[in-house]
Every structure is written in structure tokens, then in C-alpha cells.
């Protein structure tokens, strides 16, 4: 019987098909464990909180005895008051004709709001998560609208292309994922992030080493990790749904428990100018965690290759950037 009071988790975009993955793997305690009880905030736009009321039903009708109720908003400032975690998942998607100002337009209109909704009433020790995207500068604009909350309280999603990098070298290896270790992906979480196997290991062996294809890691390993999203969105017809809720659920768990000793995972956290990654620009790092805050892990050696592959990705971010500047956004 579940002893300690309730977390309060936030997750917006809660009608939408990664809410419906993700809110039923919370409630069963997988995001913060079989002790912890959570308290469930789904924040939605008017017109989809009939359809976030279906999804709260249908938690009811599970009988998780981790859930210690559920609230539905269609407004940011309740939905996010005394949250603890605050996974941010609704978003405009691109639709035909759009181009990346208006994208970037219509989510500054959603995650300025939502940043300032945080730092208006987030719990002291809030840690956030967008998932939405464009999730770096989505992140972006946030924690520029939440000045009182520490920056490093705001992250974006890379696990899941953490995850498509270590399902793809356990692939190519036949080594079990459990046995791969210090994969990295850098930059945005877009076709130009930079999945690096250049620190990786396979069963404690380098794994370039192990793979001993550099072909295959340039030609095959880096566009298919970098262009799954893509690849999932043709033969779907939707974009990632269960993989990003798992991604989500995955980052927040590091997050909360800490990274295995010897390893670390990749998240998009605000730059500390670490590798030349202009100062808060939300990028996606190696990053290790205590339990408590992200790390960035320090000191790796990059090659030319490595060092023209970061500064792309990065490039692009400082564009969005300006991009969201010289619409006031942030
Ligand atoms: P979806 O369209 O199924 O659901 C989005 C939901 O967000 C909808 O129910 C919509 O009503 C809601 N919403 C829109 N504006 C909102 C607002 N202001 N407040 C609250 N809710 C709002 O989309 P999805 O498949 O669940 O994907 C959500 C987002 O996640 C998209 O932007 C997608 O591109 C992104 N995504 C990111 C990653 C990643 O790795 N970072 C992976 C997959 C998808
Ligand atoms: C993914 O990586 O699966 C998504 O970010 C793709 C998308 O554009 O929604």
C-alpha cells in the first residue's frame, strides 16, 4: 500500500495518441516507480477535453493502485499548479504549406503560455520535459518565459533517438542492448542530430571497433537513426506514438533514479557552452544524472567528422533561435 503523498504529474496534449500511451504507464508506476503515487493533471485544448475525459474513464477503469486521482484542464495556469513533472506532449503539428516561422509561430503562442503557467505555479522542484515539437526550441521558448525556475529544470526529448541508435548498433552487432553502452546523440532532435558512436561500447569493447564498418556507421547507421521519425510517419501514417511515450517515460525515470554507473544516456538540456554549443541553446548532450539534476558529461575528444556533424546540428538551432527571436518568442 503506497505510503508517501502524490506526485503531481502535468501531461499536455493528453487526448493525443502519445498521451494515450504514456498516461496508462504512469499511472502504473512506471515513470516514478512502485512506490510513488501520482496525481494526474491532463491539460488539453477546449475542443479535445471531451476525449481526455474518455481517457481519464478508462484510467478509472484500470483500478491502478498508484492513482491517486485525475484532474482535466483546458487552462495552463491550473493544469500546472504544483506540478512536480510537467511533460509537455500537445503541440501544433506541421501541416501542408507550412512553413518553419509559422511552426515555430503557432507553438511560441503554446509554450511561451506554458513556460510562464510554470513559473507562475510549478512546484519548487519542477523538472519538465517537451516532447512536442519542435522540442528543442519548443524548450526553448519555455524556459525563456520561466525566469524564476532554474534553466536546468528544462529539457527536450532525444531519448527516443538515443533509443533508435542503441536498437540499431544491437542490430547490427547481435549484442544485447543491456550489454551497449555511451552512445551520444547531439544537437536537435531533427533530421540534422548527430548519433555518435564514437565513445560507444559493446560488451566494454569499442564499438567501431566492434562494428569495424565505418561505412555503415556513416552511410547507414547515422541517416537511419537521424531519419526514423520519418521513416515511422510513411509507413504508419501517424508519427511515433508507444516509442516516444517509452522515450519520455525513459528520460524521466534516468532523470529521477540516476544513470548506471559507467554509462550515460542523451537528453537536450540548456548549453552551459560546453563543446562550443553557444550558451542556452537547448541541445541534446551526453548527459549523465545523480538522482537529482543533468550533467553534462565533460571532456569526451571528438573528431573532425564528429566536431562538422555537431556544429551543423547546432547551427540549426541557433537559427531557430533567431528565428523565434525575431518573433518576439523568447
Ligand atoms: P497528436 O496530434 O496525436 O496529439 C497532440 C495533442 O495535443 C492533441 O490532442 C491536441 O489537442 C493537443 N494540444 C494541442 N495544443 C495544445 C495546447 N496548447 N495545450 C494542450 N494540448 C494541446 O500528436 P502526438 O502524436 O501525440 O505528438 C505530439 C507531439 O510530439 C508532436 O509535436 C510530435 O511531433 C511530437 N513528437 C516528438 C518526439 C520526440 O522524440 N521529441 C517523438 C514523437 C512525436
Ligand atoms: C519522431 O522522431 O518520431 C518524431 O519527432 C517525428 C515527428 O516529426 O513527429
Same mark, same amino acid.
Given at each position: 500500500m503506497p505510503a508517501a503523498s502524490p506526485v503531481h504529474v502535468t501531461v499536455t496534449g493528453a487526448a493525443g495518441q502519445i498521451g494515450y500511451a504514456l498516461l496508462f504507464r504512469i499511472a502504473s508506476g512506471q515513470l516514478l516507480g512502485p512506490d510513488t503515487p501520482v496525481r494526474l493533471h491532463l491539460l488539453e485544448v477546449p475542443q479535445a477535453v471531451k476525449a481526455a475525459e474518455g481517457v481519464a474513464l478508462e484510467l478509472d477503469d484500470c483500478a491502478f493502485p498508484l492513482l491517486a486521482g485525475i484532474d482535466i484542464h483546458d487552462d495552463a495556469t491550473e493544469?500546472?499548479?504544483?506540478?512536480?513533472?510537467?511533460?509537455?506532449?500537445?503541440?501544433?503539428?506541421?501541416?501542408?504549406?507550412?512553413e518553419r516561422g509559422d511552426l515555430l509561430s503557432a507553438n511560441g503562442g503554446i509554450f511561451g503560455p506554458q513556460g510562464a503557467a510554470i513559473n507562475a505555479g510549478a512546484a519548487q522542484d519542477v523538472r519538465v520535459l517537451v516532447v512536442g515539437n519542435p522540442a528543442n526550441t519548443n524548450a526553448?521558448?519555455?524556459?525563456?518565459?520561466?525566469?524564476?525556475?532554474?534553466?536546468?529544470?528544462?529539457?527536450a526529448m532525444t531519448r527516443l533517438d538515443h533509443n533508435r541508435a542503441v536498437g540499431q548498433l544491437a542490430a547490427r552487432t547481435g549484442?544485447?542492448?543491456?550489454?551497449?553502452?555511451? !552512445? $551520444?546523440?547531439? +544537437?536537435?532532435?531533427?533530421?540534422?542530430?548527430?548519433?555518435?558512436? %564514437?565513445?560507444?561500447?559493446v560488451g566494454g569493447r569499442p564499438a567501431l571497433e566492434v562494428v569495424g564498418d565505418d561505412a555503415w556507421v556513416r552511410d547507414t547507421f547515422i541517416p537511419t537513426v537521424a531519419k526514423?521519425?520519418?521513416?515511422?510517419?510513411?509507413?504508419?501514417?501517424?508519427?511515433?506514438?508507444?516509442?516516444?511515450?517509452?522515450?519520455?517515460?525513459?528520460?524521466?525515470?534516468?532523470?529521477?533514479d540516476g544513470t548506471p554507473a559507467g554509462d550515460w544516456t542523451s537528453a537536450g538540456v540548456v548549453s552551459d557552452g560546453s563543446y562550443g554549443v553557444p550558451e542556452g541553446l537547448v541541445s541534446?548532450?551526453? !548527459? $549523465?544524472?545523480? +538522482?537529482?539534476?543533468?550533467?553534462?558529461?565533460?571532456?569526451?575528444? %571528438?573528431?573532425?567528422?564528429?566536431?562538422?556533424?555537431?556544429?551543423?546540428?547546432?547551427?540549426?538551432?541557433?537559427?531557430?533561435r533567431e528565428a523565434v527571436r525575431a518573433l518576439g518568442l523568447a
Open positions: 493544469a500546472f499548479a504544483g506540478t512536480n513533472v510537467a511533460l509537455l506532449v500537445g503541440a501544433r503539428p506541421r501541416t501542408a504549406g507550412m526553448f521558448i519555455a524556459a525563456a518565459a520561466a525566469p524564476d525556475v532554474p534553466k536546468d529544470r528544462f529539457t549484442a544485447p542492448v543491456t550489454d551497449i553502452a555511451r !552512445v $551520444t546523440i547531439w +544537437g536537435n532532435h531533427s533530421a540534422t542530430q548527430y548519433p555518435d558512436l %564514437l565513445h560507444a561500447t526514423r521519425g520519418a521513416q515511422i510517419i510513411e509507413a504508419r501514417g501517424a508519427s511515433s506514438a508507444a516509442s516516444a511515450a517509452n522515450a519520455a517515460i525513459d528520460h524521466v525515470r534516468t532523470w529521477v541534446s548532450f551526453p !548527459v $549523465t544524472s545523480d +538522482g537529482g539534476a543533468w550533467q553534462i558529461v565533460q571532456g569526451l575528444e %571528438l573528431d573532425g567528422f564528429s566536431r562538422g556533424r555537431i556544429d551543423a546540428s547546432v547551427e540549426e538551432l541557433v537559427d531557430e
